[in-house]
Nanobody, 121 residues
Framework: QVRVVESGGGLVQPGGSLRLSCAVS????????MGWYRQAPEKQRELVAA???????NYVDSVKGRFTISRDNAKNAAYLQMNSLKPEDTAVYYC???????????????WGQGTQVTVSS
């Protein structure tokens, strides 16, 4: 059974930093893309940052220059370093992992349960 678990959320003041971690466990062949999404109250879930298995990244415009996504393939983990946080970054942050159970097979998407990030003074 595959599990995706986020950690590292919390309360931080505007201008502060947080580092989110995502750990994928279970039995599978490989992880393809990984991504961080967020959902604020009354809003749709949006992509924040994504990273491919070879390290290609992309970001939503609102976090460019402030957030950095990375991954450790050996640990089946991804990270989101968030700097210069703003109140509008407040949301539940979710990790998504696309993985395969066999070589050259279709990928399946798994989500974590989310971690709350609150930016407030």
């Amino acid at each position: 059974q595959v599990r995706v678990v986020e950690s590292g959320g919390g309360l931080v003041q505007p201008g502060g930093s947080l580092r989110l971690s995502c750990a994928v466990s279970g039995s599978f062949f490989t992880i393809y893309d990984m991504g961080w999404y967020r959902q604020a109250p009354e809003k749709q879930r949006e992509l924040v940052a994504a990273i491919t298995s070879v390290g290609t990244t992309n970001y939503v415009d609102s976090v460019k220059g402030r957030f950095t996504i990375s991954r450790d393939n050996a640990k089946n983990a991804a990270y989101l370093q968030m700097n210069s946080l703003k109140p509008e970054d407040t949301a539940v942050y979710y990790c998504k992992a696309d993985l395969a159970f066999e070589p050259r097979s279709v990928s399946y998407t798994y989500w974590g349960q989310g971690t709350q990030v609150t930016v407030s003074s």
